[in-house]
């Protein structure tokens, strides 16, 4: 493919691209495919002549499309969001074309400092104390991680090299294995499964902490296990809070929490994946509340705030903590410029060295929106959320599981868990609309969570007499 080849191309993939999201309505938000379906469909071997342009995009419906789930669609709402925006999406294609590697600041500057200034752009957005940004001359600052489960796994790792270095300083005899196999990190019993994972991978031991009914984390049940913990021993050494757990979207009392963690020399970091993106509008920021007291934070902007995959917004108070973890720095990554007060190299930040010019699509996306833009695309999904809330209030025969705080509604059939389980079954079989469970209280619920830019009212009222004809159905097969 030559320049002028792809040109015309290039075209041609923007107008398949403004196709697919104008009619992607049209297309089961849910596949119907069996594993294994694709291998039958394509070469067991790659060609050895070149094949054509359009060949390739026949088969890109033919046999990509089939198997995808339309996580764009104005009709799926499973998990949470993953938006994706039209300058991000052009963002992205110039990143892709300057192709550069920024692992230093020698390697692209450009790379290195938007970077470092998006992020302030957005702490400032958000309201972050000045520690956590870096401006020209501050300690903390702000770095993309490809997502919350790995800045979990850096802040954890963060802090267990940081409590080593604290424990042997009082006690140079003790081993670093010996020291790794009494510390103690903690969780919410909500918090999502990469907190667990991530004590997996860096050797520790971790416990989830019982939340209220709210299922938030209250400081009083932390400061207990705690306090048992090194009445036994043990070094508590890191609690990761979360503000919008994924079964539930609740929120952890930081403001309970944070002093605590403070008080116990224990790193405290906030995970707010999904809602973080929420606390660009004003009447949400107090779901922040607490944060002053964090030595990291993190949020996906690639989730809520119209920035594709990947992008993980983190930030630490102190990248000293961060930088001093991980940095190894071999003479054929040295540049003249690496100790200056200006300079950050991002590889010091994270577990890959290689990284994406991933700030563009925050640019392209903050300048073409605006802050008030983002707001706005924020506040009507959550308006459409309580749109939904209402109508399930209304049908006596559903149950409301958990306060409606943002964008994400879970709701039962009452009565036996089988119910919703056979209505969610149906649901996903009928592939119109797409949702998932999770279990509260013990209990099996679904997950209504209004995730695509497109979607509007009509598609919530669409989605909620889609659900009461199949409640119907399943009812009436149990003979309710």
């Excluded at 956590?132 to 991680?145: K, N, S």
């Excluded at 790792?157 to 010996?178: D, P």
């Excluded at 944060?291 to 993190?298: G, K, M, Q, V």
Aim: hydrophobic share 40%; net charge negative.
């Amino acid at each position: 493919m030559d320049i002028a080849e792809f040109r015309r191309r290039g075209r041609e993939m923007v107008d398949f691209v403004a196709d697919y999201y104008e009619n992607i309505e049209k297309r089961p938000v849910f596949p119907d495919v069996e594993p294994g379906y694709l291998r039958s469909l394509i070469p067991s071997e790659a060609p050895v002549d070149p094949e054509t342009y359009e060949d390739i995009m026949k088969d890109v419906e033919r046999v990509i499309m089939p198997g995808v789930t339309h996580w764009q669609s104005p009709n799926f709402f499973a998990y949470f969001p993953a938006n994706s925006s039209l300058p991000a999406l052009l963002a992205d294609m110039l990143s892709g074309a300057i192709g550069c590697i920024g692992f230093t600041w020698a390697a692209s500057p450009a790379c290195t400092e938007l970077e470092t200034v998006m992020l302030d752009w957005l702490g400032k957005m958000l309201q972050l104390p000045e520690c956590f940004l870096a401006g020209t001359d501050g300690q903390g600052g702000g770095v993309i991680q490809g997502t919350a489960s790995e800045a979990t796994l850096m802040s954890l790792l963060a802090a267990r090299c940081k409590t080593v270095r604290r424990v042997q300083a009082s006690n140079s005899q003790l081993l670093e294995g010996e020291i790794f196999s009494k510390m103690m990190a903690y969780t919410s019993e909500e918090a999502h499964s990469s907190v667990e994972r991530a004590a997996q991978i860096a050797g520790v031991m971790i416990r989830k902490v019982p939340t209220d009914d709210t299922y938030a984390v209250r400081g009083e049940m932390l400061k207990k296990m705690v306090e048992m913990d090194k009445a036994a021993g043990l070094i508590p050494f890191y609690f990761c809070a979360t503000l919008g757990t994924t079964p539930s979207c609740a929120f952890d009392h930081i403001t309970e929490l944070g002093p605590i963690c403070n008080d116990e020399n224990m790193w405290m970091h906030v995970d707010a994946a999904y809602a973080g993106s929420a606390f660009v509008c004003p009447e949400f920021r107090h779901l922040l509340n607490g944060i002053e007291y964090a030595n990291s934070f993190d949020f996906n902007p690639h989730k809520w705030l119209l920035v594709n995959f990947d992008c993980s917004a983190m930030w630490v108070k102190n990248r000293a903590d961060l930088i001093g973890a991980f940095k190894v720095d071999p003479l054929y990554l040295k540049h003249e410029n690496q100790e200056s007060g200006l300079v950050t190299d991002y590889r010091h930040w994270q577990i890959p060295l290689g990284r994406r010019f991933r700030s563009l699509k925050m640019w392209f996306v903050f300048r073409l929106y605006g802050h008030k833009g983002l707001q706005s695309h924020i506040r009507h999904h959550v308006t459409l959320a309580k749109e939904f809330e209402s109508l399930v209030r209304a049908d006596k025969r559903f149950e409301i599981c958990a306060e409606v705080i943002l964008g994400l509604v879970c709701f039962r059939l009452k009565g036996e868990d089988v119910l919703s389980e056979n209505l969610l079954k149906k649901i996903n079989q009928k592939r119109e609309i797409h949702l998932v469970p999770c279990q509260l209280s013990g209990r099996f619920v679904l997950r209504f969570a209004v995730c695509s830019r497109t979607t509007e009212s009509h598609h919530i009222q669409k989605a909620w007499q889609h659900i009461t004809q199949l409640t119907f159905e399943v009812l009436q097969v149990s003979n309710y």
